[in-house]
């Protein structure tokens, strides 16, 4: 089967960084995402590494390292719109299809 | 209108019941996604589709029923509804390896 693991609840205050860690484990590990979800809303796509390193889009910067099965999202300059659930998410193969597996959240609060 | 778009917003219904909740999306992907969302469990896959006519079980896909006649609709149906399947349905839809696009959900309250 799969699992993934990220804190379920991170404190932040504005201005500063804060990083989510994930760490999966998985058989025929495609690629791991991020999600942002904001309360009532649906998730939306944030970023993917299907590659070791870091991939910067902005204010968000994600990373992977396969051999560990361990990926974090960096959020920098945080502001009060970035509190949020985040999401990491898996991209497996699984006989001639792909299938996208999430981790259980973690909830981001930023403090002024 | 171009996106991914789940009918109804809101539903309740009652034990036993049949209920079938709709997903249609207009950009042709082939990938289609049936997730849960409850508090403390994130987003759990129920079924996914590789394109039309091709379906297979996700993490939780018993009581669940879908069908993919056509690429553009993703209709998931709860056969005998229980409580425990009260929750947030999202729809989503990808190309092979792309990002996921999600509807806005449908919250199911099974009573």
């Known amino acids: 089967g799969q699992s993934l693991e990220q804190p379920s609840e991170v404190t932040a205050v504005e201005g500063a960084i804060v990083q989510i860690n994930c760490t999966y484990q998985t058989s025929g590990f495609y690629g791991l995402s991020w999600y942002q979800q904001h309360d009532g809303g649906a998730p939306t796509f944030l970023s993917y590494?299907?590659?070791?390193g870091l991939e910067e889009t902005g204010r968000f910067s994600s990373f992977l390292s396969r051999s560990d099965s361990y990926g974090y999202l960096l959020l920098q300059e945080l502001q009060m719109k970035d509190s949020a659930s985040y999401f990491c998410a898996v991209r497996v193969l699984y006989s001639s299809a792909s299938k996208i597996i999430f981790g259980s959240g973690t909830r981001l609060s930023i403090r002024p | 209108d171009a996106g991914i778009t789940q009918s109804p917003r809101y539903k309740i219904t009652e034990t036993g019941r049949q209920v079938t909740l709709m997903c249609h999306q207009t950009?042709?992907?082939?990938?289609m996604f049936w997730y849960r969302q409850d508090l403390g469990h994130g987003l759990r896959l129920i079924y996914y589709s590789a394109a039309a006519d091709i379906t297979d079980k996700g993490e939780v896909p018993d009581g669940y029923v879908v069908s993919r006649s056509k690429t553009e609709n993703f209709p998931l149906t709860l056969e005998s509804a229980t409580r425990s399947q009260t929750s947030v349905y999202f729809c989503?839809?990808?190309?092979?390896?792309?990002?996921?696009?999600f509807g806005s959900g449908t919250q199911l309250s099974v009573l």
């Open positions: 989503a839809s990808s190309d092979p390896n792309e990002k996921l696009f």
């Open positions: 590494n299907a590659l070791d």
């Open positions: 950009w042709s992907h082939s990938y």
